[in-house]
């Protein structure tokens, strides 16, 4: 008679790393062996995060202590004009038939003299004479009209011609009005003939003259204004501010 066979364990296969990165089949370990061989390798521990550093607590400075003297307030700075400059000196112009001038001291007009000061504006204008263009017109329609109907022979219709085209000529010539702008007095009117551009530029540079002179007399009044006004000035006290210990508590 055969003796029974002991019983027998069926242990599963397990998967394990070596470091060959190549793996095997083992079993578990046998009972009552607990060597390191027979142990799996435990996973490394990941190392622990470093604290931060503690954050040091600001104190707060003490407010200063309000004193009691008063409070004075910083002197302002005074702002002074400076000399004016010297004026500036013109040169002579004169017109093409030398009866306006301008120099150094004022306008000159025809032997009148005006200083720059009196002057508010000076302005020109071209105009036209309409009578001398209407009778031009006319004449010339008359004459041509009666030689047209055989009223008038050619000698005679010729001079009317001719004496039509000279009034026309005239009126549409014209001339160039000056005006001279005096504050509170009346305004003085003068008429130049010639051609209207040159007039322009000759009161353009008028105006110019002009509007320097006032701008220097300006400067000057007001630096000798502030001048006197230094001179007149008495410095006050300054009146004694309360201070904050003398207010009443809240």
Sequence with gaps: MKAPLPPVRLVPPQWIR?????????????????????????????????????????????????????FEAAPEPELRLLPPPPPEHFATERSEDGRVALTNEGLEVNGEQFGWRE?????????????????????ICV???????????????????????????WGLRGTNRWRLHRPGRETRHFAFSGAARSWQQLAREANRRLRQRHHEAAATAAYWLQQAELANYIPSAPSPRPSITDQPPG
């Excluded at 095997?24 to 027979?38: C, I, S």
């Excluded at 931060?52 to 202590?65: F, S």
């Excluded at 050619?154 to 085209?165: E, F």
């Design 143 to 169: 004459f041509l009209l009666g030689y047209l109907q055989f009223w008038l022979r050619s000698v005679p219709a010729a001079l009317g011609l001719g004496l039509g085209i000279a009034l026309l000529a």
């Design 119 to 139: 002057l508010e504006g000076v302005d020109v204008q071209a105009v036209r004479w309409l009578l001398g263009v209407l009778l031009g017109a006319f004449t």
């Design 18 to 70: 070596t470091a060959t990165a190549s793996g095997a089949f083992v079993g578990p370990p046998l009972p009552g062996n607990t060597g390191p061989a027979n142990q799996a390798p435990a996973a490394a521990e990941p190392d622990p995060a470093p604290e931060p550093d503690p954050v040091p607590l600001l104190t707060p400075e003490p407010l200063p202590e309000p004193s009691a003297e008063p």
